[in-house]
T-cell receptor, first 113, second 113 residues
């Protein structure tokens, strides 16, 4: 039981390049979230999903896209990376509508030069 | 939207002393208040949470108090140990479908042996 895993752990991109971050969970949780963490700030919500095939915008969605084709996977895409997207990205899951707790993955550190 | 402020940003205590971290929130509809511990290079780990229908919750050396009238909540760690050294985040959410967390900016706790 791995919980929440994220790949890759680290990545360096050049401005304008694209990439996809993968979040995978084996807990059969309905809800999945993508947050970014910047120095001196709390985590901020990028996008979230309330179930397979559904996605919605969070606080800071610009420059990102997401997909949830399978319940266990939530993908975060950067179509044209910018230096402002240098950050640590965390995925989180929540079991169901009735639950409150969110469980986080280990993070992906992304640097855009 | 919700705004969560957290103080202090850094806290240094001697092993065995108590540590207190405080947060205030702005949205009176928020009803769930978790605390996360983040160690270097890892994702946030849920350590304790409280819902708005109770004023205090305790789990061994950790306790959280909530004052709904004043819109603030606090984390109390007693008998601190070096392994408590980490960054601690408070968060708040309200009863919407997404229940996204709004985080404070974090407190770096250092426990001196």
């Amino acid at each position: 039981n791995a919980g929440v895993t994220q790949t890759p752990k680290f990545r360096v991109l050049k401005t304008g390049q694209s990439m996809t971050l993968l979040c995978a969970q084996d807990m059969n949780h309905e809800y999945m979230y993508w947050y970014r963490q910047d120095p001196g700030m709390g985590l901020r919500l990028i996008h979230y999903s309330v179930g397979e095939g559904t996605t919605a915008k969070g606080e800071v969605p610009d420059g990102y896209n997401v997909s949830r084709l399978k319940k266990q996977n939530f993908l975060l895409g950067l179509e044209s990376a910018a230096p402002s997207q240098t950050s640590v990205y965390f995925c989180a899951t929540r079991r169901s509508l009735a639950s409150y707790e969110q469980y986080f993955g280990p993070g992906t550190r992304l640097t855009v030069t | 939207g919700e705004n969560v402020e957290q103080h202090p940003s850094t806290l240094s205590v001697q092993e065995g002393d108590s540590a207190v971290i405080k947060c205030t929130y702005s949205d009176s509809a928020s009803n769930y208040f978790p605390w996360y511990k983040q160690e270097l290079g890892k994702g946030p780990q849920l350590i304790i949470d409280i819902r708005s229908n109770v004023g205090e919750k305790k789990d061994q050396r950790i306790a959280v108090t909530l004052n709904k009238t004043a819109k603030h909540f606090s984390l109390h760690i007693t008998e601190t140990q070096p392994e408590d050294s980490a960054v601690y985040f408070c968060a708040a959410s309200r009863d919407t479908g997404r229940r996204a967390l709004t985080f404070g900016s974090g407190t770096r706790l250092q426990v001196q042996p």
